[in-house]
């Protein structure tokens, strides 16, 4: 049974796609082979609410719906992985914030996000505790109405270019994972360092870094929703982000076979395009199934 979209799906679908035809694909191959940042594109896409996009409109968002979302996750991912995924990205952490924050982090950070002047980071991988988050051992102090944080990230996307990020760690280190906080830290905090990761083989264009966390001091108004609550909160949060995971590889996948389709229709053997022979055709027919399936299921699960 197929999947229907509605005419604001599809308004989505062709928004995206234009943007990425004009503004990602003719520079993409230039972004990943300098690692540079896309920020003037991410501004750019922010100004089509394509940064955050189901952030409600009352924080400057577009309030789309789950398969909204998805739909333009897939889109960016189609036109180029590395900058898709700098746009993609650029709200991390921001659903958390929107979920558990208290109203002041809302009002003072998510307009900034969807309007592209701010990225935002969640921290949670450690060099030793990648998905076995309970494992984590940066840690968060109590020190009167402060919190002193400690311990060391890697691998946390927007690491040296987001203004503020959703940072997870220890605050009561014996219980496991019942003893996990979520905090809003801004970047420019004392202690606060950045480094960037960039020998990676692929989506060069998207920031990624290890961050170094030495003593970095946060009111106690800047845990998000409540503590040792945020292996929970986490939980949550992974589960939509799931989805987005999907989306990201089906905009790939239709990347490679929109390439594939062409090449085979331009590439010539024995007086005809490769397309005409039917062992290139079953492939491409078979690429073109097998995305189509994992495009209907990631819609589901949106």
Known sequence: MSFKLDGAHDAVRRAVREFGEAEIRPVAKEHDESKEYPLDLRKKAAEYDFVA???PEEYGGAGMDPVSRSIVTEELWRADPGIGSAIGSAGFGSSMILEYGDEWMKEEWLPRITAGESASFSAIS???HGSNVAGMETTAEKDGDEWVIDGNKTWITNGTVADVG??????SPGEGHRGITAFLVPADSEGF???????????RASDLAEIQLNGVRVSEENVIGEVDKGFYQLMEFFAAGRTSVAAQAVGAAQG?????????????QFDQPI?????????IAEMATDVEEARSLTYRAA
């Open 275 to 283: 397309s005409e022979f039917q062992a290139v055709s079953h492939k």
């Open 166 to 171: 959703v940072l997870m760690a220890k605050t």
């Open 256 to 268: 490679a076979l929109d390439a594939a389709r062409e090449y085979a229709t331009e590439r010539e």
């Open 53 to 55: 996009p189901s952030v």
């Open 126 to 128: 450690e060099p030793a």
């Open 193 to 203: 360092v950045p480094t960037k990761i960039d020998n990676k083989l692929g989506i």
